[in-house]
């Protein structure tokens, strides 16, 4: 019984969590936290790191050791004389060798300063992911928001459709209306159906895309918790885009991210650069090694200890190497560098550019809407009044059938179009709060 007791309670705080209203923070917090390509971006920002990490780890000498033993046979070098021999014997030798890049026109310091830039415009990356996926969502969720404040106004529509059914109807048994007028509401009446039903479809598509941009399964259900506030001043509305840009371009994580790609592709350019110059290798070892070729005066052999200590070696070098002739390869890698470098400066611009054009559509186009809602708003009391002053007439008889649904037609309209430019307007004002350096789902 408790078992069963505990299983109910279970599925109730997991139907409640389900059912749980959503607000636009949550939807996006969810996304950012479950998404495939935002953790993509991490993991490639972990590499960076990585490779950055090891960049500096390369300025430390590489030490290597090593051991063999083998059994020798027949007609080999005796290790002790470099003498042939016709006896088996066997052999171990130990060793330790170390190499240090002493210099190689600093491509060392310049392979650290490149990878630094990959890491950061890798994190920048990441920022940027994050912030696709905030629009992507808020897009989606503003969707929804849409399709079932627009399904509210479609069964507004049907529940006054089918009242005036049920009127026209009884006033047509009494004579008061004509079978042509009852003909037109019936007409009516279903195309209000039908739109509910278009409506309730999208609505339904809209879910289901909101779901997949939040990375939610697809079988949970949704509730949203949107609150239209109260229509303010566009923010920033008066500001010059240029200006707005500038301050936009300092904290951007798409720019800041191009810049660095462009600063590591300047320092890829000296990397190849340096293989031009001539490198210089210090290089040291150590050996020593068991040979039973090796005897005492006794004919016996010096025994394992001793032979490791007498056996003892050590070098000590340095190595130039100077390029000389490569089939022209040093040449166009640097010829390849420069054009990505190229590429890279290139790509920047246009993103600066067109995120100036972005900046001064979004800011023009959040001033007009909200002029626009503001005379929605105006027209969409007129038309309310108008269509209730046309419901009385009607029910009196003072009207005909068509300008009765003419009126009723003109505000579903203006209903959608203040709906419309209404939620505009709201997503407008978040991308001028995020041109203004402010994340409004954090």
């Known amino acids: 019984m408790n078992r069963f007791l505990l299983i109910l309670l279970i599925m109730v705080s997991q139907r409640t969590w389900s059912q749980q209203a959503w607000s636009l923070n949550n939807c996006i917090n969810y996304a950012i936290d479950h998404n495939h390509q935002v953790n993509h971006a991490k993991l490639e920002e972990r590499q960076g790191e990585i490779a950055y990490q090891q960049s500096k780890w390369n300025y430390l000498p590489g030490i290597s050791g090593g051991s063999d033993a083998n059994m020798k046979y027949g007609r080999s070098v005796d290790p002790n004389t470099n003498a042939y021999v016709d006896q088996s014997f066997f052999a171990n030798d130990y060793y330790i060798n170390a190499s240090m890049e002493v210099f190689h026109g600093f491509s060392q310091h310049n392979q650290v300063l490149y990878h630094k830039f990959k890491r950061e415009a890798a994190g920048f990356n990441t920022a940027k992911a994050c912030d696709d996926l905030a629009f992507q969502v808020m897009n989606a969720y503003f969707d929804v928001v849409y399709f079932e404040a627009l399904l509210e106004i479609a069964r507004q ?100 991210a191009l810049e660095k790609e462009m600063k590591a592709a300047q320092k890829n350019i000296r990397i190849n650069q340096a293989n031009y110059l001539p490198s210089v290798t210090l290089m040291a070892s150590y050996s020593t090694g068991f040979y039973e070729t090796n005897k005492d005066q006794f004919n016996q052999t010096i025994p394992f200890k001793e032979q490791l200590k007498n056996n003892r070696g050590q070098f000590l070098g340095a190595r130039l190497s100077v390029p000389i002739f490569s089939r022209n390869e040093l040449r166009n890698n640097v010829r390849k560098s420069k054009l990505l470098s190229d590429q890279a400066e290139n790509r920047l611009e246009e993103i600066r550019k ?58 579903a309209n203006t209903e959608t179009q203040y709906l419309r430019a209404r939620l505009t307007y709201e997503v407008k004002c978040r991308v001028a709060q995020f041109y203004n350096g402010t994340r409004f789902w954090e």
Not at 163 to 192: I, Y
Not at 367 to 396: I, P
Not at 397 to 403: A, F, N, S, T
């Open 157 to 256: 529509q049907k529940e006054s459709s089918m009242v005036n059914h049920q009127k026209t109807l009884s006033m047509t048994n009494l004579g008061l209306k004509s079978e042509a007028d009852l003909l037109e509401v019936k007409a009516n009446m279903e195309k209000d159906e039908l739109f509910l039903l278009q409506t309730e479809n999208k609505l339904l598509l809209a879910r289901i895309a909101l779901k997949k941009a939040m990375d939610l399964p697809a079988t949970e259900e949704i509730v949203l918790s949107h609150q239209a506030g109260e229509l303010v001043e566009p923010p920033l509305g008066s500001q010059p885009a240029d200006l707005l840009f500038e301050r936009f371009s300092q904290w951007s994580p798409e720019l800041l």
């Open 354 to 411: 067109a995120l100036l054009f972005d900046i001064t559509y979004d800011l023009s186009e959040l001033t007009a809407l909200h002029k626009e809602v503001g005379q929605s708003r105006v027209q969409l009391e007129a038309d309310r009044l108008a269509y209730q002053a046309a419901q009385k007439k009607y029910d009196k008889g003072l009207v005909g059938v068509i300008e009765f649904f003419t009126a009723k037609n003109r505000l």
